[in-house]
């Protein structure tokens, strides 16, 4: 679930952006709000969300400045500009400070929708690990791919499903059908953008998320497999072996004792 916060200065428009999305579809929660840029600036320390969605003009403190102030230390939440000014020369200062998008007031939620999934796909992308196993482990970096200007629309549209629907059971087949393509174009402009085919792209999804789950420890091992899409437990321990050289169970003990030797 992504965390946000939303800074809005107009208190009609912030109540109304906390009460009528469903935040909870869109596989976000709305874990604070602010009336201005210094009190997003101290929230965002308190409460450590993964998107802000800040107006860019605001009293005190204005978005594009909050976006600055992030960006300098390195604040590794993600920026959505709400805007009523329709003007190029901000959306142009936004993509400098770093933000993710700019959208324009009224938010249509099928945008923020697509926004929220390019979020997603770029927080799950592979990060450098503790530990030498993990590493390898070969992951696909989503936000290149979805950033290309020229990026196939039907690739792009695998991708963003992915992101969201990759517990269900899927097929280069239906996404295709869905799309009104040939399993046989989708796949190979699959595999001529990522280098990866439908299933490979899939498989290292699911396990990507399960590392997540598994440093968590909440869950025990099969439900993880469950969670993230896996038919049974002894498919995806042979699949984490695969790709990791371990089991799950082994991965489990190896971060656990990482965390006990961190400083």
């Known amino acids: 679930m992504l965390k946000l916060i939303i800074a809005e200065d107009e208190e009609i428009i912030r109540r109304g952006l906390i009460t009528t999305i469903d935040w909870a579809a869109m596989g976000a929660e709305v874990i604070g709000d602010a009336a201005d840029g210094m009190e997003a600036w101290a929230l965002i320390h308190e409460k450590h969300p993964d998107i802000i969605l800040t107006d860019i003009r605001m009293p005190r403190l204005s978005g594009l400045q909050l976006a600055e102030r992030l960006h300098a230390e390195k604040n590794p939440a993600h920026v959505i500009f709400l805007t009523s000014y329709a003007d190029f020369s901000y959306a142009q200062r936004a993509v400098r400070v770093g933000a993710c998008d ?3 007031k009224p938010v249509e939620e099928e945008e923020l929708m697509t926004v929220l999934q390019r979020i997603r ?3 799950q992308a592979p990060a450098p690990a503790a530990s030498g ?3 390898k482990i070969s992951l696909v970096d989503w936000l290149p791919l979805l950033a290309g200007a020229h990026l196939n629309p039907h690739v792009r549209e695998v991708l963003e499903f992915l992101a969201t629907h990759y517990q269900e059971r899927l097929s280069v087949e239906e996404m295709a059908a869905r799309q009104g393509v040939s399993a046989s174009y989708l796949s ?3 595999k001529e953008t990522t280098g990866h085919t439908f299933n490979s792209l899939l498989t290292r999804f699911r396990l990507q998320q399960s590392l997540a789950l598994l440093a968590e420890g909440r869950l025990r091992v099969y439900e993880v ?3 993230v ?3 049974d437990y002894k498919n995806y ?4 072996r695969k790709y990791l050289d371990m089991t799950p169970s082994q991965y489990v003990h190896q971060e656990g004792e990482a965390v006990q030797t961190m400083p």
């Open 102 to 104: 700019y959208l324009l």
């Open 121 to 123: 796909l770029q927080m």
């Open 133 to 135: 196993s993990v590493g």
């Open 188 to 190: 190979r402009k699959l």
């Open 225 to 227: 497999a469950e969670a």
């Open 229 to 231: 899409g896996f038919s």
């Open 237 to 240: 321990a042979q699949v984490f």
